[in-house]
């Protein structure tokens, strides 16, 4: 391809983003439908005029990995630890949930192969996590109780989604699995997230206190993007999903992230602040070719839309994958059940981690074309339909105390009026 051309589709797909993001919000939906829409507009569903080659796909992961970034460097990791437990519940039983149900449908009921049969119920497990922090970012509650329980969740989902990848794919080669390479991946990952973030805030230091004897602009972006790339480079060495390695970055460059030592280091909110405010065009920039390309990689002219088949088994798997997620989300037996719902429905987008298991089944021969379809409109349904529904609830539930933001109950009520007495009194 000749660079001018390579010129020509980045800019039509940054145009295309920006137009009809803000033909989305003027609509009243959340701006990453119109980013979504975009890609369908211009790839195969509809004109046809764009495919997404090896390296838009590069800045589109790099997109992700910005996004996974901001979001880490916007949490407070006290919080995400404190929801830690309630987290893992949902990870765990949102994954479990999807798939045994569309295993079960696809091979009880559609008398699908037992391999097919796995990596159909694969395909529903894992969370988009880009597309739910988007949304969550697109009506203001990522920082909310449910916005922190919803990233961890998701954060662990993919964990588990890579796991049972691997799995599934040592079964399709072999015809069993081996625990050993789960369980040394397991390791790995675990290993990077207690060191990644340390490492990173170490760095982040180093950096904070040199940076004003630069003679050339620019350090603080420069180097906090490079740290961002190595560390979804070791991220990827280890067995985990690049963008964990953004996450991992960004909650360590947050104004709470404290080390287990030397918490002084923690202190240096101007030092965050600069890193947020210089990072954040750059995410701007990238983030839209991410969810364009989303959008591209759905081709909903290959769909055979005259199929009774197609049509049945993917509205069954489409009603069974978001009644997994939310049923993941209604495990938290102690919290108020609107708590619940929000948490659940934000664990529904699949986007491209189902994309990701989907085209692994196809170009390995498991998928036949038919099952392939029905996998992507279910993609779709979850995907493009989501944030209208998230959207929707909280603007009919955002203003009852049970989703009340953190920040909000850490206020409390406002203090009683001062009498006037008192005000005199002072004012003597």
Request: proline share 5%.
């Amino acid at each position: 391809m000749h660079p001018a051309e390579f010129f020509f589709q980045i800019a039509l797909i940054l145009i295309a983003a920006r137009v009809c993001a803000e033909v989305a919000v003027r609509l009243g939906a959340p701006s990453v439908i119109g980013e979504l829409a975009a890609g369908l507009i211009l790839g195969p569903s509809l004109l046809g005029i764009l495919e997404p080659n090896e390296i838009i796909r590069l800045l589109a992961e790099i997109g992700i990995i910005l996004l996974l970034f901001e979001a880490g460097s916007e949490s407070d990791l006290g919080r995400l630890l404190h929801a830690g437990t309630r987290s893992a519940a949902v990870a765990v039983s949102g994954f479990i949930f999807p798939f045994v149900m569309a295993f079960a449908l696809s091979y009880y009921v559609f008398h699908q192969a037992l391999l097919v049969a796995l990596f159909v119920g694969g395909t529903l497990t894992a969370t988009s996590i880009g597309i739910t922090v988007r949304i969550l970012q697109d009506v203001g509650r990522q920082n909310s109780k449910e916005g922190e329980i919803v990233l961890g969740a998701a954060v662990l989902d993919d964990v588990l989604g890579v796991l049972l990848l691997a799995m599934l794919y040592d079964f399709s080669k072999s015809g069993h699995v081996s625990l050993t390479n789960v369980a040394r991946v397991s390791a790995l990952i675990s290993v990077f997230f207690v060191i990644a973030p340390i490492a990173a805030k170490l760095l982040a230091f180093m950096i904070s206190r040199y940076k004003n004897r630069a003679q050339t602009p620019g350090l603080v972006a420069t180097t906090i993007i490079s740290l961002v790339l190595i560390f979804a480079w070791i991220a990827h060495a280890v067995g985990a999903p690049e963008l964990l390695g953004g996450f991992a970055a960004g909650l360590a460059l947050s104004r709470r992230f404290f080390l287990p030592f030397g918490a002084a280091l923690a202190q240096d909110h101007e030092f965050s602040e600069e890193v947020q405010r210089d990072m954040k065009p750059i995410v701007q920039l990238f983030t839209p070719i991410f969810f364009v390309v989303v959008g591209l990689s759905l081709d909903l002219r290959a769909i055979d839309w005259s199929s009774p088949y197609i049509w049945a088994f993917s509205l069954s798997l489409a009603a069974l994958a978001i009644i997994g997620k939310i049923a993941g989300g209604y495990i938290l037996m102690t919290e108020h059940w609107l708590m619940r719902t929000a948490v659940g429905m934000s664990m529904v987008p699949r986007g491209e981690v189902g994309l990701i298991f989907a085209e692994l089944g196809r170009t390995t021969g498991i998928l036949d074309p038919t099952s392939y379809a029905a996998l992507v409109l279910v993609i779709a349904y979850t995907t493009l339909f989501s944030p209208f529904w998230i959207k929707m609830f909280y603007r009919l539930y955002g203003h009852r105390p049970e989703l009340a933001l953190e920040d909000e109950l850490d206020a409390g009520p406002d203090p009683p009026p001062r009498e006037p007495a008192e005000t005199a009194a002072r004012s003597d």
